[in-house]
Every structure is written in structure tokens, then in C-alpha cells.
């Protein structure tokens, strides 16, 4: 089992950045797919962001692709999701979690999930 605690969200300005971090306990984080969703109010849980185990693929969704880059550093056992060109629709509560799935973009594939980081983007 993998504990995960997102961190780094704010408020910024549009245009700003902002680099969330997933830090994992336990040993076994190398093996998972890291993934990072968003859900802003009133809104379904959506795929932001993924990266394989060994960090060799990334995948993205068309709305951040050139905006956002996804990382991770397994000897810290760590993700990151750095988040550049801020928009307002950005403005959401972000989370990670993990899978045994490549590709992987939908919740049902994912579990260990984290609290989540609010990340709000004003105009």
C-alpha cells in the first residue's frame, strides 16, 4: 500500500506556474504509474498528467500539453506536476494516485489517491 500527500497548489495569477509534488511512502514506488487528475466545482475528476513507472512515457491531456510537464524522482519517491501558463480554467483541486495500467487515463484505473492540492488561477 502507497500513502500519497500532494503539496505545492496556491493561488497565482494567470500566467503564473506553480510545481505540485506527490510525495509516496513505502518502497514500492517505483512500480507504479504516477498519474495526476483535477476537479474543479461541479465537475466530473479528470486526467491531467501521467508518467510510467521508470519515467520513460508521459502522457497529457490536450489542454495542458506544452503548458504542463510531469516528473518524477524515484529515489524521493516523489512526483511533480510543474504547471506553467496558468489559465483560469486551471482553477481546480488537484490530485495523484497510482496504477499498474499504461496508458491509464481513467480514475477506475487508478487507487492510493491523495488528498488533493487546491490550485486556483485568477484572471
Known amino acids: 500500500q502507497v500513502q500519497l500527500v500532494e503539496s505545492g497548489g496556491g493561488l497565482v495569477q494567470a500566467g503564473g506556474s506553480l510545481r505540485l509534488s506527490c510525495a509516496a511512502s513505502?518502497?514500492?514506488?517505483?512500480?507504479?504509474?504516477m498519474g495526476w487528475f483535477r476537479q474543479a466545482p461541479g465537475k466530473e475528476r479528470e486526467f491531467v498528467a501521467a508518467i510510467m513507472a521508470n519515467g520513460g512515457l508521459t502522457d497529457y491531456t490536450d489542454s495542458v500539453k506544452g503548458r504542463f510537464t510531469i516528473s518524477r524522482d524515484n529515489a524521493k519517491t516523489t512526483a511533480y506536476l510543474q504547471m506553467n501558463s496558468l489559465k483560469s480554467e486551471d482553477t481546480a483541486v488537484y490530485f495523484c494516485?497510482?496504477?499498474?495500467?499504461?496508458?491509464?487515463?481513467?480514475?477506475?484505473?487508478?487507487?492510493?489517491w491523495g488528498q488533493g492540492t487546491q490550485v486556483t488561477v485568477s484572471l
Open positions: 494516485a497510482t496504477s499498474n495500467r499504461w496508458p491509464s487515463t481513467q480514475t477506475s484505473e487508478y487507487y492510493n
Open positions: 513505502g518502497r514500492t514506488f517505483s512500480r507504479y504509474v
